[in-house]
């Protein structure tokens, strides 16, 4: 187990730089497996596709075995690595997201892997590849990319006459047009604040940054405020449906019957669709994410959404072997392969530098029929415009739990985004302070 002293170590040294000497040394390699004893890793994860990609890899290994234990999701996996982690028995592979390596790294965590990931950057689009370090060193291995583009009904935007939006002043103008009709534009779920994350990624905010030895915490900058007044203006107007997550069948069911006609999302929330669509599945075409006006295009870095990682753990005793099979998980053309169908995995795409024979088939055909070959386009181009300057700040888990507080009050209308954004500064600045870590802010 890491002791309490290096823990310390790591936290007041920004959160991040000192992890050297923590259970993840260049000494701390590995162990010798054979075909009769093979090194056997831990490997947690929930996607869809994953036991059949472990099966896959068991059954062209024999040196080293993946044992594979399912989980229920990004936050009870992080919680559970946490508990693991306390009692001194962290899995070596964990499925992982991009906000939540800086946290974890600054808790000592997870493993430097540089030396052994690094030399395979280039086999790696730099969006995704941006999400699996911190500082310079690397942690883990990047599974998907996060092209993120919008989806929408053509049935409903032809019926009244409308484009899809290119911006989100047309975004927020289609959206007063298909009020009128008893029609949402969007939904945002009164737990999920993701959309003022992502809103705030495209318009260039920086909430978290290093300065020197410290943390600079910035909630209130112009591009945060730009996203801000797009999210207020949607909520005041009455243009969002607000359906929680909680029922995702419900959501699920008002997407299809027409009750919300679009969404911004990455392919893996397309698999959901099909599988749950009944009355509307070739009625949907894919656009390119809004722009803020004037701005050319962008589309954020995966959070929750996507930007997958194999996270390779602190307390491994075989980190090169784990890191190997962590490339070979996203790298393997059949693993790929699997993963990226959304009927035999999660519809992810690829994190590879060049996923473009993938894209077909993460794209459904059956849901978006005549605009399927317009479709794979969209997002092939969006995984070039993928923001790769977003830092997540060490306290990211703890402030986005509180950020999801403030934001269902702003759902519900009882303060503003701007009030929201006021709270989280002041209030990461002392959490901040109160881990014994340097910022400023």
């Keep these: 187990m890491i002791s309490r002293t290096c823990r310390a170590a790591v936290a007041l040294s920004v959160g991040v730089s000192l992890i050297s000497g923590c259970g993840s040394s260049k000494s701390a390699g590995g162990q010798t497996g054979t075909a009769q004893n093979p090194v056997v890793l831990d490997f947690w994860g929930w996607n869809n596709g994953l036991q059949t990609v472990v099966d896959a890899f068991n059954a062209s290994h024999k040196d080293v075995q993946l044992k594979y234990t399912k989980t229920q999701g990004s936050i009870p996996t992080v919680q559970q690595l946490n508990n693991a982690f306390k009692a001194g028995n962290e899995p070596c592979l964990v499925q992982g997201t991009a906000e939540n390596v800086t946290t974890l790294v600054s808790q000592g965590e997870l493993a430097d892997v540089t030396q052994w990931v690094a030399p395979h950057k280039a086999e790696f689009n730099p969006g995704a ?15 998907s990319s996060a092209p993120a583009f919008t989806i929408y009904r053509t049935d409903v935007f032809q019926q009244y006459g409308l484009k899809p939006p290119a911006t989100w002043d047309d975004f927020i103008a289609d959206g007063e047009v298909l009020k009128q009709h008893g029609v949402h534009i969007t939904n945002y779920a009164g737990e999920d604040p993701s959309t003022l994350v992502t809103l705030a990624m495209q318009a260039g905010a920086h909430w978290y940054a290093i300065n020197g ?7 209130q900058d112009p591009a945060t405020l730009k996203a801000a007044t797009v999210i207020q203006k949607i909520v005041d107007d009455g243009l969002d449906s607000q359906l929680s997550f909680a029922d995702y069948t419900a959501v699920q069911r008002n997407y299809d019957d027409g009750g ?15 599988k749950n669509f009944t009355k509307s599945n070739g009625k949907w075409a894919l656009s390119p994410w809004p722009a803020f006006a004037g701005d050319p295009a962008k589309t954020p870095a995966g959070t929750n959404q996507s930007a997958g990682l194999t996270l390779i753990t602190a307390q491994c005793k075989a980190k090169a072997q784990a890191a190997a099979a962590a490339l070979w998980l996203s790298t393997d053309p059949g693993a790929v392969k699997t993963m990226a169908d959304p009927a035999t995995g999660a519809g992810l795409m690829p994190a590879l530098a060049d996923p473009s024979k993938y894209v077909a088939g993460a794209v459904s055909e059956k849901l978006l029929g005549p605009d399927y070959q317009d479709g794979q386009k ?5 995984i070039g415009t993928v923001a790769t300057d977003w830092t997540f700040g ?10 999801a507080d403030g934001w269902a009050k702003v759902m519900s209308k009882q303060q503003k985004l701007t ?6 500064q002041q209030w990461t600045v002392a959490d901040l302070k109160s ?7």
């Design 260 to 274: 919300t006609v679009t969404r911004q999302i990455s392919t893996w929330q397309m698999a959901g669709m099909v």
């Design 435 to 441: 881990r014994g870590i340097n910022v400023e802010g």
């Design 129 to 143: 590849f941006a999400g699996a370090g911190v500082q310079g060193k690397v942690y883990a291995v990047p599974t």
């Design 419 to 424: 009030d929201l954004l006021a709270h989280m």
């Design 394 to 403: 060490p306290d990211w888990t703890a402030m986005y739990d509180e950020l």
């Design 378 to 382: 969209v997002v092939t181009d969006s």
């Design 213 to 219: 030895n410290s943390w600079k915490v910035d909630f």
